[in-house]
């Protein structure tokens, strides 16, 4: 009896997990159910539909196509030089910074020049000795040679003599100026000269004279030289002595550059000659300031050929008002040598090529900023770095051409401008 009872029960226990798990799996597919509904009812809601892909657009446009050779160069500049030192002395001040503007003539560095003040003065010692030397005649000299010598012409050497004598005394004492010592001195050198009886004297007493002069020249010369000066308007891009630095002639002080004196070199090809020639425009870019655009003009060409590299030379003058660029900066520099007139052009951007052919996007079927790229396969006619030109009839001035975000597009995508 037990038995039968528990197999009723399990009968009882089995049917009901088996109509559970029935309930379970049959509400899972209704779920399933609902959302494949869902699914499908969305499907055909966006049927149709394809979305916009983002992209730029620019029109077709018809002008003149400006023709341009790239070529590559380097800044430098006209004016620059190593100012070295050309007496010696021991640096006594330094007025300047490096990268400091200053003018032409500005006293940059001063030299010790207490020696220098020392030899000038005594130069200019010797000089009043050689001048009395040449000038100053004992009366006998000039009485001895009387006989050559008219009484009128005796007593004008003897005033101008005693004239001569006072000078000096006076220029001793500081009651003349130099000039006024040399003009008196002068004047009687002249009288002994023109007597004729003098001028083997006046000849042997001149050697000494010239040499005193020259002497005192020389030493003026070394003392101006204590002050060292700029040569020219420039910016001092190094600096190679210190304060209190022994300096010799020769030897290195400062490097001056005059930034407005700025030009680029470049390089063209020979078979590039024809079409570059003196004063033409150019446009400038430099690497460093890539959002400027510089205008400059080519200044020179060198008249030699490199037989190696087959190049020449060619300089363009850049006005740098502001100092902004500087040498040894690298620039590209464009010389436009010609002019295609009425061409229809478009954008170097709007080209794409593809299996050895080029083609644009031109936008149709526009509703607002939407539309349809359909592609066309153009031929292409001359080009600058920016803009080129189209020789196909399918493109037409005014056509909308793709510019941006069309690299990937398949034909007739559907696009919004942006």
């Known amino acids: 009896m037990n038995k039968i009872l528990k197999i009723i029960a399990f009968i009882v226990i089995t049917a009901g997990v088996l109509f559970i798990g029935f309930k379970v799996l049959q509400e899972k597919r209704n779920d399933e159910t609902e959302i494949i509904k869902a699914a499908t009812k969305g499907d055909k809601a966006t049927e149709g539909k394809e979305s916009a892909l983002p992209v730029k657009a620019l029109k077709v446009v018809r002008g003149d196509l400006p023709l341009r050779l790239n070529i590559s160069a ?96 006076d220029f001793q004492k500081g009651k003349i100026q130099e000039s006024q010592f040399e003009a008196a001195g002068n004047a009687y050198q002249e009288a002994l000269i023109f007597s004729g009886d003098l001028r083997e004297e006046v000849r042997k007493a001149q050697e000494g004279l010239s040499g005193s002069i020259i002497g005192l020249k020389r030493a003026e010369l070394d003392l101006m ?46 078979s590039e000659i024809s079409k570059i020639k003196v004063g033409t425009k150019v446009r400038i870019r430099f690497d460093s300031f890539p959002e400027d655009t510089v205008y400059g003009e080519l200044a020179a060409i060198s008249p030699e050929i490199d037989p190696e590299r087959k190049t020449l030379d060619i300089y363009v003058k850049v006005n740098n008002p502001d100092n902004r660029y500087l040498p040894g900066m690298h620039a590209a520099i464009d010389i436009e040598h010609d002019v ?42 001359d080009q600058n770095d920016e803009e080129i030109e189209i020789r196909s009839a399918a493109i037409k001035e005014g056509d909308l051409v793709l510019v941006d975000g069309h690299y990937t597009l398949a034909h007739q995508s559907h696009v919004k401008i942006q």
């Open 225 to 270: 030289r204590t002050t060292v000066k700029s040569p020219f308007d420039g910016m001092i891009a190094t600096l190679a002595v210190s304060k209190g630095e022994k300096v010799s002639i020769g030897q290195d002080l400062f490097k001056v550059v005059n930034l407005k004196s700025l030009y680029l070199k470049g390089y063209a090809l020979e």
């Open 74 to 169: 380097s800044a430098d500049v006209w004016e620059k030089a190593m100012v070295k030192a050309e007496t010696s002395g021991k640096v006594e001040r330094i007025n300047f910074n490096i990268g400091q503007w200053v003018p032409k003539g500005s006293a940059l560095i001063q030299l010790d020049d207490t020696e220098k003040k020392l030899d000038v003065d005594q130069q200019k010692a010797e000089k009043l000795r050689s001048y009395s030397n040449y000038l100053v005649k004992e009366d006998s000299t000039i009485t001895g040679s009387s006989t050559e010598l008219s009484a009128e012409k005796r007593t004008e050497l003897a005033a101008l003599k005693q004239k001569y004598l006072q000078s000096v005394d």
């Open 340 to 381: 295609i007139q009425n061409v229809m052009k478009v954008p170097q951007s709007a080209v794409i090529p593809r299996q050895g052919r080029y083609l644009v996007f031109i936008v149709k079927d526009l509703k607002g900023t939407t539309g349809t790229a359909y592609w066309e396969y153009v031929e292409l006619g």
